[in-house]
T-cell receptor, first 116, second 113 residues
């Protein structure tokens, strides 16, 4: 149980284009999903908290107009990186919290974004 | 003081030994504690969580929580080379309404055959 998928696993795009990353909870309902990014050999950095049916809450320093988050259902959240630049290249990971559990978060496999 | 602190390591242990990983946290009101394992290039995998003082065992893993001293540890018995990874400690902190996890920087564990 508690499986979270992400798609795509790897994407290369050109500067100025937008990229959408999907995060799905496969066998549970998730009222809350989280989006992280991780640079090589660094710890996870929380970008935003996504609640189903409401606006995402962004961490300080994260541009909400650049990183658009939509949580349209209890099993799907999307992150769109708009007008991507090379500095947006990173490992993006989502996690989901099971509606029926306490505070455990289960992570998706991550999406490696490279902007050329 | 950081909210969640871990020694970055690497912690090197021989195969079959006990690996002991430690984590301290700053907020005495914290209630939920998690250990994640992250292999290089992969996302974190939840291996243990503990919500009450004392020990919690699951297979070769034991999580220990001491709220008086504000530390949580992870013991890995009979360490295997496949246990070599970075171990992340995460804590639900009260100031976030217990909604978000705050991660330590991780301890790299190396188990030599």
């Amino acid at each position: 149980g508690a499986v979270v998928s992400q798609h795509p696993s790897r994407v290369i795009c050109k500067s100025g284009t937008s990229v959408k990353i999907e995060c799905r909870s496969l066998d549970f309902q998730a009222t809350t999903m989280f989006w992280y990014r991780q640079f090589p050999k660094k710890s996870l950095m929380l970008m935003a908290t996504s609640n189903e049916g409401s606006k995402a809450t962004y961490e300080q320093g994260v541009e909400k107009d650049k990183f658009l988050i939509n949580h349209a259902s209890l099993t799907l959240s999307t992150l769109t990186v708009t007008s991507a630049h090379p500095e947006d290249s990173s490992f993006y990971i989502c996690s989901a919290r099971d509606l029926g559990s306490s505070y455990e978060q289960y992570f998706g496999p991550g999406t490696r974004l490279t902007v050329t | 003081q950081k909210e969640v602190e871990q020694n970055s390591g690497p912690l090197s242990v021989p195969e079959g030994a006990i690996a002991s990983l430690n984590c301290t946290y700053s907020d005495r009101g914290s209630q939920s504690f998690f250990w994640y394992r992250q292999y290089s290039g992969k996302s974190p995998e939840l291996i243990m969580f503990i919500y009450s003082n004392g020990d919690k065992e699951d297979g070769r893993f034991t999580a220990q929580l001491n709220t008086a001293s504000q530390y949580v540890s992870l013991l890995i018995r009979d360490s295997q080379p496949s246990d070599s990874a970075t171990y992340l400690c995460a804590v639900n902190l009260p100031f976030t309404g217990f909604q978000k996890l705050v991660f330590g920087t991780g301890t790299r564990l190396l188990v030599s055959p």
